[in-house]
């Protein structure tokens, strides 16, 4: 399984992108999909997780702001970023784990089988 993640890049605060994570070797309807980041000089955190039914959960620091999705034709998973905050600055990874994923370990970086390179987002103030 592979998992190539793009659309990193530098925007100013209030602004928007969107990142995109094409997966390869497994199906996005058939795993959980799941968005971290790491921020400079800290450790990865959870941003946004995808069941397979669809259901989403965000960090808290991200809700309102940010929505995972995904295009199931074309096996690729989104994470649409919008008012952005220097504070989102950071190394955002995808990451695809098994099916039946508990919510409760939706944040757990350990419970991921499979992850991408990483795509960097800077928001300046």
């Known amino acids: 399984v592979q998992l190539q993640a793009s659309g990193g890049g530098l925007v100013q605060a209030g602004g928007s992108l969107r990142l995109s994570c094409v997966v390869s070797g497994a199906t996005v309807t058939s795993a959980t999909m799941a968005w971290f980041r790491q921020a400079p000089g800290k450790e990865r955190e959870f941003v946004a997780r995808l069941r397979y039914t669809g259901s989403q959960y965000y960090a808290d620091s991200v809700k309102g702001r940010f929505t995972i999705s995904r295009d199931n034709g074309k096996n690729t998973v989104y994470l649409q970023m919008n008012s952005l905050e220097p504070e989102d600055t950071a190394l955002y990874y995808c990451?695809?784990?098994?099916?039946?994923?508990?919510?409760?370990?939706?944040?757990?970086?350990?419970?991921?089988?499979?992850w991408g390179q990483g795509t960097l987002v800077t928001v300046s103030s």
């Open positions: 990451a695809a784990g098994p099916m039946g994923l508990i919510a409760s370990q939706a944040w757990n970086e350990g419970a991921y089988n499979y």
